[in-house]
């Protein structure tokens, strides 16, 4: 008698296969077919887990990323999303269809400014935006492990705070620190207060030892350029105030009379 040959089972169903690598972070994710879910589940770090039995045909797969975890690399490709990641996969009968993530613990960031009560403008990199509190306090998550410059904009000031470098341009003051954000890092910077101005006097004698008045008082800071002025009063006193820490020289000008101190 001849053989009957038995019919080879013709596969009816794919799988999507997800591989995890990066840090030891987790993100929840759904597998959706018009409108229907299909798959659900957790991606743990560096672990690989699969949603069988699929049907042939495209779906929504979607990645919900906490606030501490990014998604940087998508099949070998750098790929940078927060939130929330969502693309179109594709699954062919008797496949697997095959997707490796990359997966980051994120940063923050955070500070506070003190005694501002005019908006205050802070920023990263001078791109990415932060909001500010009215209590004075601001915070960034969600950040890749790196090196940013934060830069608070301020109303014309003096301020003090512990490696933040400030400079006057263009009638505000920049803050500006270097923070180094890392892998599941909450960095918190310095405190920045507004620093209440120094102020020098003085008393000035004619060669008689009496007080001189109307004597023009220039103070100058290291790079020659007038820092304050003022004026000797009836008893040969002045004070010139508004002057930031640092080493000033003091001239003395006043016309036909000679000046002893």
Known sequence: PTA???ATPVPTHGTLVLRTTGDDVSASFTVVSSGAVCGEGELAGNAETSVDELSKGSYIFTVN?????????LNGYPSLQR???QWLVTIANGRESVYELELTSAGSVSGRVEGVEAPVNISLNGRESISFTAEGSFTQKGLLPDIYSVTVML???QYSGEGWTFVDTNGVTMAIYPAVVEAGGALELPVITPRTPGSVSGLV????GMPLSGVAVSVLSADGSMAASAQTDAAGQWTAGGLNDGAYTVMYAHAGTAIAS
Do not use: K, R
Not at 65 to 73: A, I, K, Q, R, S
């Open 65 to 73: 990323l906490p606030e501490n975890v990014l998604l940087t690399g």
């Open 155 to 157: 109303p014309a000031g």
């Open 205 to 208: 004698l004619d060669a008689a």
């Open 83 to 85: 939130g929330t990641a």
């Open 4 to 6: 009957t040959p038995t």
